[in-house]
Antibody, heavy 122, light 107 residues
Framework: EVQLVESGGGLVQPGGSLRLSCAAS????????MTWVRQSPGKGLEWVSS????????YYVDSVEGRFTISRDNSKNTLLLQMNSLRAEDTAVYYC???????????????WGQGAPVTVSS | EIVLTQSPDFQSVTPKEKVTITCRAS??????LHWYQQKADQSPNLLIK???QSISGVPSRFSGSGSGTDFNLTISSLEAEDAATYFC?????????FGGGTKVKIK
């Protein structure tokens, strides 16, 4: 059974930092690109960032480019999102997500974690 | 950036009624369009991939159609458990984008 378990969410002041982790299990982690998607309270879904299976290629939405860093540790089956210079508009539930096809990030998302809530407020 | 526009924003529907949700892309995305269901306080769940391809375990009352810029999600006979928000999603180009969602309520 595929499982994606996020951790690291919480309350942080504007300008602060937070690191999200996603522990993956139930599939061969190093053969799948991975993605972070966020959802602001009562709002729709927004793609944040993706990373290739090897970790060599990373992609970001413009609003987080230069502030967020996606990475992965394939030896520990873990996906990470380092979030710096956080803003109020980054407040959201952050989902770790696995695509339906291996070796691709530009495809449908089949598996989602339960979400990690991040609140940026003073 | 490819913008996805869903309609309607909200729909109140009687059980057993047919439901159609539309998603329009701002440019041609071929068949790179996927549909998700999100129930209250839950993570999204993939219903349809690549416009019309079914997903294992998803009830057959859910179907998708369309290509290019215009897409539909159809629920052939609504059940009470289908109360949720439905989102479309394009994977044709980065940034990946989602529609604004259609909330379906049961009358």
């Amino acid at each position: 059974e595929v499982q994606l378990v996020e951790s690291g969410g919480g309350l942080v002041q504007p300008g602060g930092s937070l690191r999200l982790s996603c522990a993956a299990s139930g599939f061969t982690f190093n053969t799948y690109g991975m993605t972070w998607v966020r959802q602001s309270p009562g709002k729709g879904l927004e793609w944040v960032s993706s990373i290739s299976a090897s970790g060599d290629s990373t992609y970001y939405v413009d609003s987080v480019e230069g502030r967020f860093t996606i990475s992965r540790d394939n030896s520990k089956n873990t996906l990470l999102l380092q979030m710096n210079s956080l803003r109020a508009e980054d407040t959201a539930v952050y989902y770790c997500a696995r695509p339906i096809e291996s070796l691709r990030v530009m495809t449908a998302i089949l598996y989602w974690g339960q979400g990690a809530p991040v609140t940026v407020s003073s | 950036e490819i913008v996805l526009t869903q309609s309607p924003d909200f729909q109140s529907v009687t059980p057993k009624e047919k439901v159609t949700i539309t998603c329009r892309a701002s440019q041609n995305i071929g068949s790179s369009l996927h549909w998700y269901q999100q129930k209250a306080d839950q993570s999204p769940n993939l219903l349809i991939k690549y416009a019309s391809q079914s997903i294992s375990g998803v009830p057959s009352r859910f179907s998708g159609s369309g290509s290019g810029t215009d897409f539909n999600l159809t629920i052939s006979s609504l059940e009470a458990e289908d109360a949720a928000t439905y989102f479309c999603h394009q994977s044709r180009s980065l940034p990946l984008t989602f529609g604004g969602g259609t909330k379906v309520k049961i009358k």
